[in-house]
């Protein structure tokens, strides 16, 4: 148990379709964080959020929409995805956004047909 | 560039045997945090080292940081199957502000 729960485990969509991931944290975090994680490739940032506040879009395309109600909540809105955007969705919190560990919740693996 | 590179790519040794896998990196850093990830699962954090140490343990794992050579390295001690994972590196640069940046990994499995 990392503390962080994210929701769904696994998720199968189609490309018209929308769906939210959700990610909870129960540390008393005050960042929280996307992450792509695609087969051979590095960890990928996509957003950071810091006491609610987004502070990061790592150039993430629109069809990817965070949203962060409160400092233990983030959700990651999908819409018209692409094939390409089939990977592992992490979601990971902090103390606060700045050079401390991060605390990683299971992912979401998501697959677009 | 890219920070946070891991070699090996890939480590197969047998239970009870060490394993050293390494990362280099390219600019100038705050700190280095390594990381493990088990198969369908999150990453979990093992080790934060800063900038101006040279050496941290924790348990069986040693870290040591060279920021001359933009090297680190990761020691685990009498391996064991649980050990298997993959590994990661992951900088913060001083210029990269919140960004953690994490290598490709390396794999790591070990024999019972």
Same mark, same amino acid.
């Given at each position: ?14 490309? /018209? ?7 909870? %944290? ?10 792509? %994680? &695609? ?24 069809? +990817?929409?965070?949203? !962060?109600?409160? &400092? ?9 995805? %692409?094939?390409?955007? &089939?990977?592992?969705?992490? !979601? ?15 992912? /979401? ?5 | ?7 090996? %790519? ?12 390494? !990362? ?25 080292? *800063?900038?101006?140490? *040279?050496?941290?343990?924790?348990? *069986?794992? *040693? ?24 590994? +990661? !590196?992951? /900088?913060?640069?001083?210029? &990269? ?8 990994? /390396? ?6």
């Amino acid at each position: 148990e990392t503390g962080v729960t994210q929701t769904p485990r696994h998720l199968v969509m189609g490309m /018209t379709n929308k769906k939210s991931l959700k990610c909870e %944290q129960h540390l008393g975090h005050n960042a929280m964080y996307w992450y792509k %994680q &695609s087969a051979k490739k590095p960890l990928e940032l996509m957003f950071v959020y810091n006491f609610k506040e987004q502070t990061e879009n790592n150039s993430v395309p629109s069809r +990817f929409s965070p949203e !962060c109600p409160n &400092s233990s909540h983030l959700f990651l809105h999908l819409h018209t995805l %692409q094939p390409e955007d &089939s990977a592992l969705y992490l !979601c990971a919190s902090s103390q606060d956004s700045f050079n401390q560990p991060q605390h990683f919740g299971d992912g /979401t693996r998501l697959s677009i047909l | 560039s890219q920070q946070g590179e891991e070699d090996p %790519q890939a480590l197969s040794i047998q239970e009870g045997e060490n394993a050293t896998m390494n !990362c280099s990196y390219k600019t100038s850093i705050n700190n280095l945090q390594w990381y493990r990830q088990n198969s369908g699962r999150g990453l979990v954090h093992l080790i934060l080292i *800063r900038s101006n140490e *040279r050496e941290k343990h924790s348990g *069986r794992l *040693r870290v040591t940081l060279d920021t001359s050579k933009k090297s680190s390295s990761l020691l685990i001690t009498a391996s064991r199957a649980a050990d298997t994972a993959s590994y +990661f !590196c992951a /900088t913060d640069g001083e210029t &990269s502000g919140s960004r953690l940046t994490f290598g490709e990994g /390396t794999q790591l499995t070990v024999n019972p």
